[in-house]
């Protein structure tokens, strides 16, 4: 298992991986793609050398994919060995001049890009295995001198979603028609999505034999690729202010896009927020809206059997498998909390880890580790907790009072669902008609986007930028 999921997150890009387990004449045969995972029956050994003769798809690599090692394995053995802060992959793409991805674009034409140094690896084997690398346009196609992409930073994301997910490319047009006149102020926080493909799995693949025989118990799905303007990480930030600001930022995006285009992100956690530097100026960008979904959207697909989103962030409701959602905004909220409560705790400043942890009784580094069990339990200690102190580091020790304030809109929004909850049994027993209501959405009010807004927009004594007009009058309101 761990060197299958090796495989998929650190080599090359690939829908699936297929192992042998050898025992002299036997063998057995392991096979993983993003999701599930098989054990085949004994096979004779002699049957793995067949293996070797299979074309490249059917060993799970892309064809759009053109590397020099396809042609000459020889070349992958001259490979130096990674920095230790690098991705094992980073170099396997770099290092091969000429390696290029070719994907289909508009009109029925394809277009090629060079692929750079990959920037970002997800970790495991089921899952979106989200793979970011940088790329510039081959100019295969473009007029002499005219390319279009040739002043943008991009990048190619890959990733393998369900077949049935939205690209986040219609998300984003939609955002994009929305923000003109005062939203305009919205494009500043959102990627700069230029074009979403998708390579579905052909139909002798094995993934469709495997959905063919499944059923809707296993998640079909394709090979998605976007390419986008580079965003820079949060490690890029110098202050704890600039910090603050880039999380209000996020916090306004997300409630503009919720509230205008309609649309949930759903998946907050620190890989996807992000920085743009336009101007001299610094914004927090909410990225990766490929978990996103329509609010009016009922139906969601088979998606909707699984919960969304990354695991240490997730909202502690959502921590076990037996929760049904509806996946809320304020959920949302929650994860932005653990966000921050992590940062501001694991980090000595945005470049750094703190070093060591084992004097600190507080563990929170293990939320990054351990299963959804011990993040149930450790995330309904801390959102009930009646006081809560989080060890933050002194660099973010401005974010103290944030988070204090936060967890306590929190809990108290929890300590009243749970009277209501008494309450509305009580009275079910003895007034069935008249049931007292409860906004789910907020908590009973507790933890509304105001509440939310009215904590964030300051950030040390001193008021932080709130970017739309919209919030900038309710804040003057409320603060009255
Ligand atoms: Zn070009």
Request: proline residues 5%; glycine residues 4%; neutral net charge.
């Amino acid at each position: 298992m761990g060197y299958a999921r090796d495989m998929l997150s650190y080599g090359l890009p690939r829908s699936h991986v297929v192992n042998f387990l050898v025992d002299s004449q036997f063998a057995r045969c392991i096979y993983y793609d993003r999701s599930l995972i098989l054990e085949s029956k004994v096979i004779f050994a002699k049957m793995v050398k067949h293996m070797g003769n299979l074309p490249l798809e059917d060993l799970g690599f892309s064809p759009s994919l053109e590397a020099n090692f396809i042609r000459d394995p020889a070349s992958l053995m001259k490979l130096e060995k990674p920095a230790a802060e690098e991705f094992p992959s980073s170099r396997i793409l770099t290092s091969l001049e000429g390696s290029s991805f070719t994907f289909p674009y508009q009109n029925n034409q394809t277009r090629t890009v060079r692929l750079k140094r990959v920037i970002f690896r997800s970790n495991g084997v089921i899952g979106r295995g989200t793979m970011v690398i940088r790329v510039t346009c081959a100019c295969r196609h473009c007029p002499r001198d005219a390319c279009d992409w040739q002043a943008k930073k991009l990048v190619l994301k890959l990733s393998f979603p369900s077949a049935t997910r939205v690209s986040e490319l219609i998300f984003m047009d939609r955002c994009k028609q929305l923000a003109q006149g005062e939203h305009a102020w919205v494009m500043n926080h959102l990627p700069d999505i230029i074009w979403s493909f998708d390579i579905p799995f052909r139909t002798d693949s094995p993934q469709d034999a495997l959905s063919n025989e499944f059923g809707a118990t296993y998640e079909k799905r394709v090979m998605r690729g976007v390419i986008q303007e580079e965003l820079k990480p949060l490690s890029y930030l110098q202050t704890a202010k600039q910090c603050a600001q880039v999380f209000y930022d996020v916090f306004q995006c997300h409630h503009w896009v919720w509230k205008y285009p309609k649309i949930l992100h759903r998946d907050i956690s620190q890989g996807n927020i992000m920085v743009r530097e336009k101007n001299g100026t610094i914004y927090g960008v909410l990225n990766d809206w490929d978990l996103a979904t329509w609010l009016d959207n009922k139906r969601d697909g088979p998606t909707s059997l699984f919960r969304t989103g990354t695991k240490p962030y997730m909202a502690h409701e959502q921590q076990t498998i037996h929760w049904r959602g509806p996946h809320r905004y304020r959920h949302d909220m929650e994860s932005l909390f653990y966000v921050m409560v992590l940062f501001a705790c694991l980090y000595s400043s945005p470049k750094e880890k703190v070093p060591n942890f084992e004097d600190k009784d507080f563990r929170l580094e293990e939320w990054h580790r351990k299963d959804d069990e011990f993040l149930r339990r450790a995330k309904t200690t801390v959102v009930h907790a009646a006081s809560f102190m989080p060890p933050v580091s002194p660099f973010f020790i401005d974010f103290l009072l944030w988070l204090t304030e936060l967890q306590e809109r929190l809990a108290l929004g929890f300590v009243h669902l749970m009277i209501h909850i008494k309450q509305a049994a009580k009275q079910k027993a003895r007034q069935p008609n008249t049931l007292p209501t409860f906004d789910m959405e907020t908590l009973g009010d507790h933890f509304s986007c105001e509440q939310i807004a009215m904590i964030l927009h300051m950030f040390d004594n001193e008021q932080l930028t709130t970017r739309g007009l919209e919030w900038q009058n309710i804040l003057e309101g409320l603060s009255q």
